[in-house]
């Protein structure tokens, strides 16, 4: 049944945009096809479809590490954005020089942003417990702020007619082309790539065992000795390290330069992401790839059903909402109180011991 | 007086009478063909070893399990029970061996939760209080329940259960953590339960409470009925024959000269930072290579404390507090101590000593890391199978092989586990919290035997139990810690049960009790 519920939840969301698209005054099956078929029904349209999964599943799949692990990071959009900032400083230090280091350099750039933004709430919970979900979260803002004072200020291109941005990477700076004619790259691939890693790490090592024993029972871990504050790092380095190797694969790939805005929310939507996904990496792709359906789709119905662009992450936030729904009832079941009860009661989750 | 008790409720009609229950799951049958009657004002003990199918029957009665053939009639008319808030509205009250208590929130929010009507908080507040305090079984509605020892939450299950005014009461091992004085508070608790025409189903294994408290017996083996007795007129051999079906092991503690000492606390103190919290005053304690040396005490008296100083869960600052084989380890966390040849059983399995949706081998690595189990950071599943295997076999654990999980386990089956797998980890220091709670006869005497063959083969062993009978049988020496504050050692033929529960009101001073020195001149 866990692996249920995110189709439960698919079926859900789609019943209820069947019901919002007919509100709305759309013919409800033209819009289906427009949302969820059209964007894929060419090659180019696939390859799109995979473009914008690669930096969700990157996301997504450090972020089930750390929610294994129970520490919540919420702040992967955060993380995402300093590791496009620190990997677009190095492109831009070297300036246009064409050796083939400077793209694992940036490459390496972004993952180390990451972690260095990442670092600020683990110190933070390990040294004055600071609840992550909050510092993770507020220094999303930090980023997208230090991120425009860059490219409004120091990192503006002096030839781009005075646009916030950055000038564009050359070849050198860029991640070369899976299939020519697409704007999908070899990230798609590192993407694959680090979700086999990611599965090795849960399921094959000490330290991966060591995480998921510190999100299922934390006193076991205080048991068996396993640090909590190691543990409260090592989560979110490695979420903050793979949501900036997203970042920078983003702005050396499709987009090509540092722009005011870097990600559609990608890193709120790993979010999404790894719990649609049930936090293991198969699922992960597959949810990264209907998440990246619902980026096309929205898009889609932007131009041709002139609906706002908020539809996207109306959709988001449904499946989101369904998934949690999902596991909730399928856990426990609402029960009825007494009907003498003259207040309502709260409602009580049926757990008697079994 | 007690014969025409017996004689009155005998001549009354039954209140409760279940024929022909069966029960079966898809790979074993719990119940098969089970019928017992109680009447108003009796006290009847359903008997059996873990997995006799004690628990699925009693479960039938509160409604929690639907029995697959079979009748209940319940004062006179035939019913069926669809879930346990129809068995609350019915008058049956039950007590679970495994509490379903929220931490974060007071005793008087869990009541409130359970029950099935609203009432206001300070009225509640008051019915608790009045209950408890009729019943002998004293809490506090305002505590949190996170900080409360595994005895008092218990308490609050019972009291749950008396709000309600039940006329059938179904006890669960109730007593597995009382103190002798407080089971004999609890037994006059339900004594008076029952001579207020209440009827109480008790489930146990041990055999001499029943005798003590039951006035008729229905005995489970492997899901049938193997008996029943008028417990006064046994023996406990002639019960365990008819729930073991055949003698009872024993275990024996040959006396041995300690060798060095391994375990030491000196001046152990620790200021506790929780409000409910015991804080530990100077406890001095040594243990030797090849003792045994057993901790009594009520719940709640720093046990709790002690365990996690010990295991490292919660470190001290004064390292030399705590010595592990010369080595001071009071600042050590627990990982470290485990490298010094510490293993720990600690009070909680699941969730603590074991990891609920973990399987047995998985749980295996979770203190065997050092032992094989992982090499250059990689898992290897193959020695950690193999070593879960051993100590499923060795143990008699009752589970589906190694890939079971853990929270599939029965509470005495994943006791053994977690005791098998910190003995078969090679100690050279063993620390044991409640080695053999809510474990059957058999088992607890398989745990207390590994026990004194680890002493035997040169381990120290420090045992804290609530269960004197048991801490008697295995200890060289025995203290009481009371109040966080250790007393001296006794060797058990030194002192007395007496003795110890007075010891256990944290009076360490009063001495040998007159005939307990009387009974010292021959020993």
């Known amino acids: 049944m866990r692996i249920a519920s995110p189709l439960i939840a698919a079926v ?122 909050l510092t993770t979260l507020m220094l999303v803002y930090v980023a997208q702020l230090i991120l425009s004072y860059l490219v409004h200020g120091p990192w503006r291109d002096p030839a781009g007619y005075n646009f916030p941005q950055s000038r564009m ?73 793979s949501a900036g190797l997203a970042g920078i694969c983003e702005v050396a790939g499709p987009i090509g330069q540092l722009q005011p805005t870097v990600s559609p929310g990608y890193g709120f939507a790993g979010i999404i992401v790894a719990w649609v996904g049930r936090l293991h990496p198969l699922g992960i792709v597959l949810a990264a790839l209907l998440m990246s359906l619902l980026y096309l789709g929205g898009e889609a119905a932007q131009m041709q059903l002139s609906l706002p662009s908020a539809v996207t992450g109306l959709f988001q936030g449904l499946l989101l909402f369904y998934v949690l729904a999902a596991d909730l009832f399928i856990g426990y079941r609402l029960k009825r109180t007494d009907p003498v009860v003259k207040q309502p009661a709260p409602v009580q989750a049926a757990q008697e011991p079994a | 007086m007690k014969q025409e008790d017996a004689k009155d409720f005998r001549s009354l009609e039954p209140r409760l009478v279940l024929t022909g229950i069966t029960k079966r799951y898809p790979t074993v049958v719990a119940n098969e063909d089970v019928s ?112 409360m020892s595994v005895g008092e939450r218990q308490r609050v299950e019972i009291v749950r259960c008396l709000l309600q005014e039940p006329r059938l009461l179904i006890m669960d091992e109730p007593t597995s953590v009382l103190t ?4 004999r508070k609890l037994f006059e608790t339900l004594r008076r339960l029952a001579s207020e025409g209440c009827s109480i189903l008790y489930i146990s294994h041990k055999l001499d409470e029943i005798r003590a408290l039951c006035d008729t017996a229905t005995v489970l083996r492997n899901g049938k009925v193997s008996g029943t007795a008028i417990p006064k007129n046994e023996t406990n051999e002639s019960l365990a024959r008819m729930m073991i079906g055949g003698e009872l092991a024993e ?18 103190s620790l200021t506790t930072l929780d409000p409910f919290g015991t804080t530990l005053k100077s406890i001095n304690l040594t243990v030797r290579s090849g003792e045994i040396v057993g901790i009594a005490g009520v719940s709640g008296n720093g046990q709790k404390e002690l365990l996690a100083a010990m295991s490292g869960e919660a470190p001290i600052d004064d390292a030399a507090a705590i010595r592990l084989l010369g080595t001071a380890a009071g600042n050590l966390d627990p990982a470290k101590r485990r490298r010094l040849g510490l293993t720990f ?46 100590v499923i076999e060795r143990f008699k654990v009752k589970c589906g092989g190694e890939d079971s999980v853990a929270s599939s386990l029965s509470g005495g089956n994943l006791q053994k586990y977690i005791v098998g797998r910190e003995t078969l980890l090679e100690p050279r220091v063993m620390i044991v919290a409640q080695p053999t709670w809510g474990v059957d006869v058999g088992a607890s005497m398989l745990i207390r035997q590994a026990l004194i063959d680890l002493r035997d083969s040169g381990v120290a062993v420090l045992v804290i139990s609530e269960e004197l009978d048991e801490l008697f049988m295995i200890s060289d020496r025995i203290a009481v810690i009371a109040g966080g504050r250790l007393s001296p050692t006794r060797r058990p033929a030194e002192t007395n049960i007496e003795q110890i529960g007075v010891w256990m009101s944290g009076n360490f001073d009063s001495g040998v009790p007159k005939e307990a020195e009387a009974e010292l001149v021959p020993t």
């Open chain 2, 180 to 183: 002798p004085q407080a089971v």
């Open chain 1, 12 to 133: 859900a969301m789609l019943i209820t945009g069947f019901l919002i698209f007919t509100l709305l005054g759309k013919e409800p099956v033209q819009a289906f096809y427009v949302f969820f078929v059209k964007p894929i029904d060419t090659s180019y349209g696939f390859s799109e479809l995979l473009l914008k999964a690669t930096p969700l599943i990157l996301c997504g799949l450090g972020l089930a590490i750390a929610y294994r692990a129970n520490v919540w990071n919420i702040g992967a959009e955060g993380q995402l954005v300093m590791g496009a900032v620190a990997g677009s400083g190095v492109a831009l230090a070297f300036g246009e020089s064409n050796g083939a280091w400077v793209l694992p350099l940036m490459l390496l750039a972004g993952v180390v942003g990451g972690i260095l933004w990442a670092a600020i709430p683990a110190f933070l919970r390990t040294r004055f417990n600071t609840n992550e979900i």
């Open chain 2, 345 to 390: 059983v600690p009070e909680e399995r699941l969730g603590r000593g074991a990891v609920p949706p973990m399987t047995l081998s998985y749980n295996a690595l979770l203190t065997g890391a050092s032992h094989g189990m992982v090499s250059h950071g990689i898992v290897r599943s193959d020695s950690m199978q193999k070593f879960a295997q051993k």
């Open chain 2, 36 to 147: 017992l009657s109680v009447r108003p004002g009796e006290i009847h003990a359903v008997l059996g070893e873990n997995g006799a199918g004690k628990s699925t029957l009693m479960k039938v009665v509160y409604g929690v399990v639907k029995p697959d053939a079979g009748t209940i009639r319940w004062e006179g008319k035939y019913q069926t029970i669809a879930n346990p808030a129809a068995a609350r509205r019915m008058g049956i009250g039950m007590v679970f061996q495994h509490f379903s208590l929220f931490e974060t929130l007071t005793v008087a929010e869990n009541i409130a939760l359970a029950l099935d009507h609203r009432v206001a908080r300070d009225v509640l507040a008051a019915n608790i209080t009045e209950v408890s305090n009729r019943y002998g079984l004293p809490i506090d509605p305002e505590r949190l329940v996170h900080s």
């Open chain 1, 169 to 241: 990477f050359g070849d050198a700076e860029l991640l070369p082309l899976l299939i020519q004619g697409t704007r999908v790259s070899w990230a798609f691939v590192l993407a694959l790539v680090l979700a086999g890693a990611a599965w090795f790490f849960s399921a094959k090592t000490f330290a991966g065992f060591r995480t998921l024993v510190a999100g299922l029972a934390p006193a076991a871990a205080r048991y068996a000795g396993f640090s909590e504050k190691r543990n409260i790092w090592l989560a979110l380095l490695i979420s903050g390290a």
């Open chain 2, 251 to 268: 275990c024996h503690l040959a006396p041995r000269e300690p060798g060095e000492v391994r375990l030491q606390l000196e001046n152990l």
